[in-house]
């Protein structure tokens, strides 16, 4: 399987990481890039991600057998509307989206008769540094990647995105959009916001900058999900507003009821339910092929 032209719109770091990976791999003979900053562009050219800074999504599109979308989901709709007219009929249409429902609406919505060529995804996968300078070609190895295909996605387009992530190193998975969102606004999303949540509320106090000087291993791994892009994640939780909200409702639950352990001085059900929590997290572990655990949650 190799791509005689690819187009990567948004060449930041997973756009840039994506191109690499085929390119390394030797299963694109081109690759056409387009950055709304022309500086962006200009430098994944010079970075030789991509092999030609296009000016538009129409010229970096036309003739490409594969078409990347890696941008903010804030502006998925705005891009698929740039991209119909210059896709060809039988494209492999990708996106790197976090969140998917929406992504699956702005496609109906825009697509037409190029539904079938869409393959919605999200890889796992990413760095808390953003841009094309911090590209890498191994970016998806090792990690999982989601593909949520629609009723009308054609079945080589489905046959060709299995393929080309497992090719980047990828286990790739299978789900409904529905289930996506509500799987990763709870393992994703919602952990994001408390980050954001926690520190936000450190440094409202008087002496929150006191505190933080004396912070140690503990807050660094819990707060560092904290550093992350404020655009990006602005957008991802606007977009699965609903399954957040969801699941904001659950954590003041627990929240609450170890909230109750302590007014209460009840220390044995304060262990208890931190024990729980312990014994579910050492059990945990992060592999790209465990398959059984994600199939559960889907």
Not at 2 to 29: D, E, R
Not at 109 to 115: A, D, K, N, V, Y
Not at 176 to 205: I, K, R, Y
Not at 229 to 234: H, K, Q
Request: hydrophobic share 45%.
């Amino acid at each position: 399987m190799t791509f005689q032209k690819l187009a990567v719109i948004g060449c930041g770091l997973m756009g840039g990481s994506f191109a690499l990976g085929l390119k390394q791999a030797g299963l694109v003979k081109f690759i056409a890039g387009f950055s709304a900053s022309e500086k962006t562009r200009q430098r994944a050219q010079q970075l030789q991600v991509i092999d030609m800074a296009c000016d538009n999504v129409a010229q970096a599109v036309q003739g490409a057998d594969l078409v990347l979308l890696a941008v903010p989901v804030s502006a998925t709709r705005q891009s698929l509307e740039a991209i119909v007219p210059a896709m060809s009929a039988n494209v492999l249409l990708m996106d790197v989206g976090s969140t998917k429902c929406d992504v699956v609406a702005a496609a109906r919505e825009t697509l037409g008769e190029r539904l079938s060529c869409f393959v919605p995804a999200h890889p796992i996968a990413g760095k808390e540094v953003a841009g094309i300078d911090h590209a890498e070609g191994d970016l998806y190895k090792n990690r999982r990647t989601i593909l949520t295909p629609l009723p009308e996605t054609g079945a080589t387009q489905m046959g060709q995105a299995q393929a080309v992530w497992q090719a980047l190193g990828s286990t790739v998975f299978t789900m409904t959009p529905e289930a996506h969102d509500a799987t990763f606004a709870a393992v994703s999303h919602l952990p994001h916001l408390l980050a954001f949540a926690a520190v936000n509320g450190l440094m409202a106090q008087t002496e929150g900058a006191d505190f933080l000087r004396m912070a140690g291993p503990g807050f660094r791994d819990f707060s560092r999900i904290a550093g992350s892009d404020p655009a990006v994640w602005r957008d991802i939780l606007s977009a699965n507003q609903t399954e957040v909200l969801s699941q904001i409702t659950h954590f003041k639950k627990a929240l609450a009821q170890l909230e109750d352990t302590l007014k209460n001085q009840d220390t044995q059900a304060l262990q208890s339910l931190i024990a729980q929590a312990s014994q579910v997290r050492s059990a945990w572990k992060l592999q790209a092929t465990d398959a059984s655990n994600l199939a559960s949650d889907a």
